[in-house]
């Protein structure tokens, strides 16, 4: 999941193809592997905030069952969005850094 996510990343900011993308997404996580071990992280986030979120729901299973679904769905929808929306800022700022430094070092 972590090479799709980078190679929709890399789709977006560099205006590439699918098999390019997927190959620069490919050598990211090889050369900079803080970058998979992020993307586990925020993925384990998501699996802790929608447990929680479900658990939390649970108490109110009093309410309306189609009630309880539309929430926990809402909730699971912004917490993909959010690991997302991260892990793009993530590979932005590497590639931003990345850029910067091969212009200081020059040629």
């Keep these: 999941m972590a090479i799709f996510t980078y190679g929709?990343?890399?789709i977006v900011l560099r205006e590439e193809g699918v098999i390019p993308a997927l190959r620069d997404a490919i050598?990211?996580?090889i050369r900079s592997p803080e970058g998979f071990i992020f993307y586990i992280l925020l993925s384990l986030g998501g699996i802790i905030i929608t447990l929680i979120a479900g658990l939390f729901g649970m108490i109110f299973k009093g309410f309306s069952f189609a009630l309880y679904q539309l929430i926990l769905s809402v909730v699971q929808i912004y917490v993909n969005?959010?690991?997302l929306s991260s892990?793009?800022?993530y590979l932005y700022r590497s590639l931003e850094v990345r850029s910067e430094a091969s212009e200081i070092r020059g040629p």
């Design 8 to 10: 929709a990343g890399f």
């Design 27 to 29: 050598n990211f996580l």
């Design 81 to 83: 969005l959010l690991i």
């Design 87 to 89: 892990a793009f800022v």
